[in-house]
């Protein structure tokens, strides 16, 4: 039987909303829901805000959203919690009697447990309406496919509701339960996809001189491409360029020149200047490739998400409020960033806004997000509950002044 973590250091209130908590996420994370289409999602959400008193809700401005709005018993300013609430187009390959009921769907990045802790926090707060000003939860879809935050963005929510600043929080299977990291400044990269179509003149594999070959440009293009960061990049800049894929002709075809080729993959950097210069380079070399091959190209280059880039004060009010919680052995200032993205960056590019990485390791929470037999750590929502109370009421007090 699964025990909460840290129980002495959570609210008694949270605690006893444990067992409410767990049948929410394993519920959640058996009847995974993909981008935006996540309504039975929704629903349960819902239920359990409006059974705890909280009923200014929207789940029609944004499709597969929920914003809930909860004000405080004095005047003041507003600040925004956010969770992911999608899962991902992949198998559960747990054992346990929650796992995914629906093929090729599962909750592996832990998003059922990010909803849940910060419905704990909303409960707590709605039975707890001391504090100035008002809090807005956003029950964000399609993180997973970078598209969810953009569409709240641009549907207005931050100026509607004027938020200041924004917090969200991500569970982390390389920290103890217990635990929570920090980072100021950049924590993951901005994710972007390439795509390159060479498209020259098929022929048969015995009369090569008959047609265009866009083989040769491929391959060329591929090995361009490895040079980008080695020769200019700035060595002391991350960056990352992964081919992921390269297609042309048929594997059980072997006398057939393809008259098209292509190839795709990822581009993850921190600096805006560096994402600039890769992309330049990349279609530079695309074209000059294919010229000299006579061969027709068509460059894709998708910006998908910007490089998290958490705000100093709204982190460092978060690391103050962990210290008093967990005590200085449990808190991680300064973390290594990420390669991986995160599309909380598109708040940050409008307000202040930090996130902040959950530990949920333990004996039986070892492997990685994004992998088939990853579950979600219950025994951390209730401190990771109190947590985001506390850092919503300190935030509050401060900006309210």
């Given at each position: ?45 819902v239920a359990f805000l409006k059974r705890h008193g909280i009923t200014e809700l929207d789940t029609s401005t944004v499709k597969g959203s929920v914003i809930a709005v909860l004000t405080g018993n004095q005047p003041g300013v507003t600040v925004a919690l956010r969770a992911d609430i999608d899962a991902l187009p992949m198998p559960d390959s747990t054992s346990n009697p929650w796992k995914s009921t629906v093929e090729g769907k599962a909750h592996a990045c832990g998003h059922d447990g990010h909803q849940t802790w910060m419905l704990g926090t909303a409960a707590y707060l709605s039975a707890h309406r001391d504090f100035p000003g008002r809090v807005v939860f956003i029950f964000q879809p399609a993180e997973e496919i970078g598209l969810g935050a953009t569409a709240i963005v641009q549907a207005g929510i931050l100026e509607k509701y ?240």
């Amino acid at each position: 039987m699964s025990e909460p973590v840290m129980k002495a250091r959570c609210y008694p209130e949270i605690l006893a909303l444990y067992e409410e908590l767990k049948e929410h996420r394993r519920d959640v994370h058996a009847h995974p829901e993909l981008g935006f289409d996540t309504d039975r999602t929704v629903e349960k959400i819902v239920a359990f805000l409006k059974r705890h008193g909280i009923t200014e809700l929207d789940t029609s401005t944004v499709k597969g959203s929920v914003i809930a709005v909860l004000t405080g018993n004095q005047p003041g300013v507003t600040v925004a919690l956010r969770a992911d609430i999608d899962a991902l187009p992949m198998p559960d390959s747990t054992s346990n009697p929650w796992k995914s009921t629906v093929e090729g769907k599962a909750h592996a990045c832990g998003h059922d447990g990010h909803q849940t802790w910060m419905l704990g926090t909303a409960a707590y707060l709605s039975a707890h309406r001391d504090f100035p000003g008002r809090v807005v939860f956003i029950f964000q879809p399609a993180e997973e496919i970078g598209l969810g935050a953009t569409a709240i963005v641009q549907a207005g929510i931050l100026e509607k509701y004027d938020v200041k600043e924004i917090y969200g929080g991500h569970d982390e299977p390389f920290l103890d339960k217990g635990s929570f990291g920090f980072k100021v400044g950049h924590l993951q990269a901005s994710s972007d996809s390439f795509l390159v179509e060479f498209t020259g003149v098929g022929t048969h594999g015995g009369r090569p001189h008959k047609g265009i070959d866009p083989l040769p440009a491929l391959a060329e293009l591929y090995n361009a491409y490895q040079s980008i960061i080695s020769r200019k990049v700035d060595p002391l800049e991350p960056a990352v360029l992964s081919v992921c894929s390269m297609n042309a002709g048929r594997k059980d075809t072997y006398n057939v020149v393809p008259g098209d080729a292509s190839l795709g993959g990822t581009v993850r950097t921190f600096s805006p200047a560096v994402r600039d210069l890769l992309e330049e380079n990349m279609k530079r070399m695309a074209e000059g490739i294919a010229q000299a091959h006579g061969l027709k190209v068509n460059f894709q280059y998708i910006r998908l998400i910007s490089s998290l880039n958490n705000a100093e004060v709204c982190t460092k009010a978060g690391i103050e409020e962990a210290l008093k919680l967990v005590g200085e052995e449990n808190v991680v200032k300064d973390m290594t960033p990420f390669m991986s993205s995160e599309d909380f960056s598109v708040y940050q590019e409008k307000i202040p806004g930090s996130i902040i990485r959950v530990g949920v390791r333990d004996e039986n929470h070892q492997v990685s997000i994004h992998n088939p037999l990853f579950d979600f750590n219950d025994e951390v929502l209730p401190l990771a509950s109190t947590l985001f109370v506390n850092i919503v009421k300190s935030r509050l007090a401060a900006l309210s002044k």
